[in-house]
């Protein structure tokens, strides 16, 4: 796996420089007046109703906010004295977020969420860890735009700090994702996504591994690699397949595009790829989003995310695969999460996942 450079930011926060072979890092020190970091800045909360945590974090609301492009905090700063990244140049970067949902995880110091349902009102530290990955240095790029290699390393990326964050105390669950697109919610342009570690399993995740389970029960077989055989059988939703990895749109697919990326062998998280399978996983992540940027006269608006899991315990059942999502419809119209979808988490789609899977193969490189 690959190494990367760790450095230190002004008020402490950990980064990490991932190079590309024959490009070595040049960070430079942190002159920035940073404020302290504050213990306990967030905290979650137990929502009986659901039987879901909460997070509740305050401090976010003083983020950086669509700044002008000369003012970019994930520009490269070689002098130390503006970016979050110090340094003249770089490919991938990884570093703690300044604003974090989740703080505080360590190797070290042992942390476990109380019984939600033991009091009326539950609430612990918002326990966990929150990285921002920066996938290129260019202000005006896009993911789309990485050359192979350098999409490989993303990759690599991703897989170390992974592996880190599962292995510190508390944290149950890893995920890597991308926002991009005003529409989305963006509110730095520059291309780069964000590393959560959460002290608990995310409601979607744990739903799935309730279906996971019952399907296991039921068949003795896994779920998602049981969907991912009808899809390969059934052929009218696949867009692109390899040795190693298939995407197709879900049969049940909720949003107007929405593409899911599988590899063909069942692996619980990224640490588990082979060499081989990580090289085809950026390959066929930039087929897809090749595809979404020429689906329409304008780049799609997307979110990337990222289901992994550790694989043991009351996560044996979970498959690693990444989903795609865009709320864009049409050229000019966009899937607003109104009542049915907002307040009732029911779905309704406006095309066919069958329609959206022939769109996108026939905008095929």
């Not at 109703?49 to 950086?64: C, F, K, P, Y």
């Not at 140049?89 to 349902?117: I, Q, W």
């Not at 059934?234 to 298939?246: H, K, M, N, Q």
């Not at 694989?311 to 419809?329: C, K, L, P």
Request: charge should be negative; aromatic fraction near 10%; include cysteine.
């Amino acid at each position: 796996m690959t190494v990367p450079l760790h450095w230190t930011l002004a008020d402490g926060r950990d980064e990490y420089f991932f190079a590309l072979p024959g490009h070595p890092p040049r960070p430079v020190a942190d002159r920035r007046p940073l404020p302290a970091r504050t213990a306990g800045s967030s905290e979650v909360r137990f929502d009986r109703q659901t039987g879901e945590w909460v997070i509740i974090a305050a401090l976010r609301q003083d983020r950086t906010y669509k700044p002008p492009a000369d003012q970019c905090p994930l520009c490269p700063g070689p002098c130390g004295d503006r970016s979050e990244i110090p340094a003249p140049d770089y490919d991938v970067v990884v570093f703690e977020n300044r604003f974090p949902s989740l703080s505080g995880a360590s190797a070290d110091v042992p942390f476990a969420l109380p019984d939600g349902g033991v009091d009326e009102f539950v609430t612990a530290p918002g326990h966990g860890r929150c990285e921002v990955i920066c996938f290129s240095s260019d202000h005006t790029g896009s993911f789309a735009g990485l050359s192979q290699p350098h999409a490989r390393l993303v990759v690599d990326a991703w897989r170390h700090r992974t592996a880190d964050m599962f292995g510190r105390n508390g944290i149950e669950q890893v995920f890597c994702f991308e926002n991009r697109g005003e529409e989305i919610g963006v509110t730095l342009t520059h291309p780069h996504g964000q590393i959560y570690g959460y002290p608990s399993l995310t409601p979607r995740t744990a739903h799935m591994l309730d279906q996971a389970d019952a399907h296991h029960s039921r068949t003795g077989t896994n779920l998602f690699a049981d969907l991912l055989a009808a899809e390969v059988a059934d052929g009218s939703r696949v867009i692109a397949r390899t040795e190693l990895f298939t995407a197709f749109v879900p049969f049940a697919a909720r949003w107007p595009v929405e593409v899911h990326v599988y590899p063909n062998r069942l692996v619980p998280n990224l640490i588990e790829l082979t060499d081989a399978e990580s090289d085809d996983l950026a390959a066929i992540y930039l087929d897809v989003l090749g595809r979404f940027d020429r689906l329409y006269p304008t780049p799609l608006p997307y979110i990337s995310a990222l289901h992994q899991y550790t694989g043991v315990g009351a996560q044996r059942n979970g498959y690693f695969h990444v989903e795609f999502m865009s709320i864009r419809r049409s050229a000019t119209k966009l899937k607003f999460l109104a009542g049915s979808e907002s307040a009732m988490d029911a779905f309704i789609s406006d095309v066919t996942p069958e329609s959206v899977a022939q769109r996108l193969r026939e905008v095929a490189p």
